[in-house]
């Protein structure tokens, strides 16, 4: 099942039959235009992938702001399918990110208008019409009012792969050969259906594949691959700001830069209670890891994937220090464990106005069926939430697969993970751990909106095989 057949689905039922045009006023200009488009992207030299785009570049430009600032976005759809755009980890309207959010037709435009907040490292993308398999994603960073950087640079940095290989009935030899054009993400039906007939067990890196798994062809830091793209250049001394996103549309990845560490600051965007030095730091899709580096190792170093064969097809970008000379260095020092709860407080106190329980699992309908409660979306259970009320969610994690469930237009806070209970964490995605993972978190209905959203599955496969439900505010 795909975006466009959720949103469908609830027409049917009546529950779009509010929906507000994104318009805004047509004598207002925009104050920013992005062009969905069929792109060729070189990932690396002699390497031209089949994508789609904002502007014709893989990520998309940088949209900066402060917080609170208002913005309009004109999308114009020049595909051939129908789009939505997700202002992942941004407090909107269901009318702007939600399920009363209208699609935008091929040939047409459509204005998104919005209040920037919270502040943080956020991150743009196609829902439907490419998704994240697609080249339609790119950073969005909300400057806090009283922003004071303790660093002398920052860098951003987006996790991609190209050229997905999917299984659509489990067996490898589904696959389609390497380099055939339907494994170019537009030739793949996005949005027209065909995404939700394929294989789903995506999820873990390459170091655990299993036959139901996404395979890529490449991978890339900012649209390119390992030592195709510019090297950061720093100076020693320097302190640097790393803004890492993970737009990967299944995998999870672990990165490193060896002789380095990372002092931990910002989860999904938010500050954390407890920052931490790690020599490595971890991301599931759609989360996003803010950490100060001191550039203490004078060399040319690759910064990239722990795992070799991730590595070997691209995820990994060159970080040269001034007068550094000769070949990238990697070396496998990480150790530490990525573990949400050192970076929290205490256990929640708190009152909570109502508890749900939502259990993951694969679903016996097929193996790209995945259901929460035994249920797969649009029947999946409804979670009514009053304004203003804070209400437990527990995930259960019976399947073999992490699960990293996001909610739009809102956010939470963790009370456990792992076992372990904790505070002060504020996400809007969290990675539930496999057999028999759990994980709690606080949903805090303060959308100043209200409306319907989805709480979802950041695995596109997983998320198009039905894993997603509805938190409704009443």
Request: charged share 20%; proline share 6%.
């Amino acid at each position: 099942m795909n975006r466009a057949t959720m949103i469908t689905s609830l027409a049917a039922t009546g529950a779009a039959a509010s929906i507000r045009p994104l318009h805004a006023r047509a004598t207002q200009r925009p104050d920013v235009t992005l062009t969905a488009q069929e792109t060729a992207w070189e990932v690396r030299p002699g390497l031209v992938t089949r994508t789609r785009s904002y502007d014709g570049a893989v990520p998309g430009r940088l949209l900066r702001l402060r917080e609170g600032q208002r913005l309009v976005v004109e999308l114009r759809n020049h595909t051939r399918d129908s789009q939505t755009i997700s202002w992942h980890g941004l407090v909107v309207p269901d009318t702007v990110d939600g399920l009363r959010t209208p699609a935008v037709a091929p040939g047409s435009s459509a204005r998104y208008e919005f209040t920037a907040t919270p502040a943080g490292t956020r991150l743009y993308h196609s829902v439907q019409g490419g998704g994240m398999f697609s080249g339609l994603f790119g950073p969005l960073i909300v400057d806090a009012k009283d922003e004071r950087g303790a660093y002398d640079r920052e860098e951003v940095l987006l996790l991609h792969e190209f050229e997905p290989k999917i299984p659509t009935t489990g067996s490898m030899m589904d696959e389609r050969p390497p380099g055939s054009p339907t494994l170019s993400a537009p030739a793949m039906g996005m949005g027209g259906g065909a995404m939700g007939n394929m294989g789903g067990m995506g999820g873990m890196d390459m170091g655990g594949m299993l036959m139901y798994d996404a395979t890529y062809a490449v991978y890339a830091v900012n649209g390119k691959a390992l030592g195709a793209g510019d090297p950061i250049r720093v100076k020693r001394g320097q302190r640097v700001r790393f803004r890492i996103i993970n737009a990967s549309a299944t995998l999870t990845h672990r990165l490193a830069l060896p002789g380095h560490r990372f002092l931990v600051t910002h989860l999904d965007g938010n500050p954390v209670p407890a920052p931490r030095s790690l020599d490595a730091v971890e991301l599931g899709p759609g989360e996003r890891v803010d950490a100060l580096v001191t550039m203490n190792a004078p060399g040319v170093w690759i910064f990239g994937s722990t795992v070799e064969e991730a590595r070997r097809l691209g995820l990994g970008v060159v970080v040269a220090y001034d007068g550094a000379r000769g070949e990238a260095v990697w070396r496998d020092e990480s150790r530490d464990p990525f573990r949400y709860v050192e970076f929290g407080g205490r256990g929640y106190a708190g009152k909570v106005d109502g508890v749900y329980d939502l259990v993951l699992r694969q679903s016996p309908e097929g193996h790209n069926a995945w259901s929460i409660n035994g249920r797969r979306y649009p029947d999946t259970p409804r979670l009514y939430v009053r304004k203003g009320g804070t209400f437990l969610i527990r995930f259960s994690n019976l399947s073999m697969m992490e699960h990293p469930m996001h909610v739009l237009g809102n956010g939470f806070e963790l009370a456990m993970a792992d076992g372990v209970a904790t505070s002060g964490i504020r996400k809007d995605t969290v990675v539930v751990r496999p057999m028999m993972g759990r994980t709690n978190v606080l949903f805090r209905a303060d959308n100043p909106n209200g409306g319907e959203f989805l709480l979802m599955c950041h695995n596109w496969q997983h998320m198009e095989g039905g894993m997603a439900c509805v938190v409704a505010y009443v």
